[in-house]
Structure formats: structure tokens, C-alpha cells
């Protein structure tokens, strides 16, 4: 699939919102994050800035952006009108929760509650995502059962260490969020080296053979080309990017989005500030840059069934 710039940072930006602001909304509640006003509306304010920003950035990938209000009106049957709908209804508990927080300087008792809906409104906004991808069945590198977790794992490293820079930053070491941060990261390399094990070692059942229910008679190959020229289906459905080249994206998503951010991590927590903040700052920034090199991948090692009508061999 050619990767799409405007969907990229959406869901790589989103993603970082939403894991911070599980993190918080599920944290805060419990007294286990500072009750300052100030820190209360950094907090959200980054959290739903990223969360802004990304659904902005998707309306620019719509055709007719003025029409991006109808992406709520197929929610029996879009995965798109659910996360639309889930992120619209995600403000509420989480705009709730940030009065509490930062005018009332509470997080416990019913600003608590709005904080766990919030949390848990991020979590299904995440999840429909995932699913707008997973639920396409003609792409085999996204209909499968890596997608989803992929899509959360990501979400809660990236929240984690965006909240463990903004307390770092603040001048106060919290060891929790801190080991959330590095258990988070291998779990992600484990989710995303599972995805791509899977991608380089199964195809889908669909071949040539089978479209035409040939099948058993040899290979099957066109005798004609479909069209003489590139038309829009093989420029956005036929993008193929080189196996070496994957790899080193790969190898450089894995160094940003997680080696690099999990070293720093760990220093951040043996250092004092500033060196401290510095460490966590560069961690959070690095794990960005990387899960965004890793969404390129994610649509880039994409391929749609429909290129076996232009002469591809396998999907």
C-alpha cells in the first residue's frame, strides 16, 4: 500500500495521546501521579494536544475534508464511524476529568470515575483503530491477530515515556510510571517481532490460480497486461517497497522505537535532573520518530489482492 503521510502521524501521534491518557486517567485516581493544577493541564493539555493533532491530520487524507462529519454516520458497519465516534466521545469523561484535576486540584472520588472512563475511552479508540486495518480481509499483512495488540502496545509505550519525560521534566522521579515504561518496550519489540514473523512467513490464500478456480492445473499467468500505463489502483494499492530496505527500516524503527528510548529510560532513572529530564525528553522523542518509521513499514509491506489482476504472484 503507499503509505500515506497524513494517516501515518495520525496514528502515530493519536496513538502517543491516547497512551498517555490511559496512563493518567488510570494513575492520577489512584494518587500515584502529582495532584498539582499544573501538572494535571501539561498533562492533559499534551495528551489531547497529540490526540488533536493526529485527528486532524487524518482529515487531510479524506478526499472532500469538508465532508469528514459523515464519518460518523456508518457506525452498524465502519470501523472508521466507531473510532470517529469513540474519539468524539473521549473528550467528554477526559475534558471532565482535566476540570477536576487542574481547577479543583482533585483526582480522587467522581474526577476519579471521569479519569478511568477517559482511560478506558482511549483503550476503544485505539482498538478501532487497529481494527479500520484488521478488518480488511483482502490485505493479508492486516487481517491478522498482531494488528490489534501491535496498535495497543505501541500506544502504551509511547504514553508511558511522554508522561515519564513530563515528570522528569517537573523534577520528580516516579518510579512506576518509569517501570510501566520498561516493561512496556520489550513488550512492544515482542508484539512487533511476532507481526513481522508473521508477514515474512505466511501468504494469502488467494492466488491467481484460485481467482479463476484453476487451481491444481499448473501456474496461471495473464496473457495481457490489464492496463498499458500506472492507473490509481497500482499506485496505491501496488507501492512494494525492496525486502532490504524493510529490513533496515526495520532495524532503524527497532533502534529509535525502542533500544534507544529504553536505554535512556534506565539512565534517566539513575541520573539527576536536569540530566534526567534531558534523557526521558530524548527517549519519548526517539520512540515517536521510530513508531513513525515503523508506520510507514505497517502500510508500505502492505499488499492488496487486487495487484494479481496486474500480474503479482502472490499477496
Not at 476540570?99 to 479519569?115: K, M, N, R, S, Y
Not at 502504551?156 to 512506576?176: C, D, F, K, Q, S
Not at 530496505?245 to 529509535?256: E, F, M, Q, S, V
Amino acid at each position: 500500500m503507499h503509505p500515506a503521510l497524513s494517516v501515518i502521524v495520525f496514528t502515530t501521534l493519536s496513538g502517543a495521546g491516547y497512551g498517555t491518557l490511559v496512563l493518567a486517567g488510570l494513575l492520577a485516581p489512584l494518587g500515584l501521579l502529582p495532584s498539582s493544577g499544573w501538572f494535571g493541564l501539561a498533562t492533559l493539555a499534551l495528551a489531547l494536544g497529540l490526540v488533536t493533532a493526529g485527528l486532524l491530520s487524518s482529515v487531510f487524507h479524506l478526499g472532500r475534508p469538508e465532508r469528514a462529519w459523515r464519518a460518523v454516520s456508518q457506525v452498524r458497519s465502519s470501523w472508521l464511524s466507531r473510532e470517529a465516534v469513540a474519539a468524539l466521545v473521549t473528550y467528554v469523561p477526559a475534558g471532565l476529568f482535566g476540570i477536576g484535576w487542574v481547577f479543583l486540584g482533585e483526582t480522587g472520588g467522581i474526577v476519579g470515575v471521569f479519569g478511568f472512563l477517559a482511560a478506558a475511552m482511549a483503550v476503544v479508540t485505539v482498538y478501532c483503530t487497529a481494527m479500520i486495518y484488521a478488518s480488511l480481509r483482502p490485505i493479508h499483512q492486516w487481517h491478522n491477530a498482531w494488528v490489534v495488540p501491535g496498535y495497543l502496545a505501541l500506544a502504551l509505550v509511547t504514553g508511558a515515556l511522554w508522561l515519564n519525560a513530563l515528570l522528569h521534566l517537573r523534577g520528580e522521579a516516579n518510579p512506576i510510571v518509569a517501570i510501566i515504561a520498561v516493561i512496556a518496550i520489550p513488550l512492544g519489540v515482542w508484539v512487533k517481532e511476532r507481526y513481522w514473523k508473521f508477514i515474512d512467513t505466511t501468504r494469502a490464500a488467494s492466488t491467481p490460480a484460485t481467482a479463476i478456480g484453476l487451481t491444481g492445473r499448473g501456474k496461471v499467468r495473464p496473457l495481457d497486461p490489464p492496463h498499458t500505463e500506472e492507473n490509481y489502483l497500482l499506485k496505491e494499492m501496488g507501492f512494494r517497497i525492496a525486502r532490504k530496505h524493510a529490513l533496515k527500516l526495520r532495524r532503524i524503527a527497532l533502534g529509535l522505537g525502542f533500544a534507544l528510548p529504553l536505554v535512556l529510560t534506565l539512565f534517566a532513572a539513575l541520573v539527576p535532573n536536569p540530566l534526567a529530564g534531558a534523557a526521558a525528553l530524548i527517549a519519548a522523542a526517539a520512540a515517536t520518530v521510530g513508531v513513525l518509521v515503523e508506520r510507514w513499514l505497517f502500510f508500505a509491506e502492505a499488499r492488496h489482492t487486487v495487484t494479481l489482476y496486474y500480474g503479482a504472484t502472490e499477496v
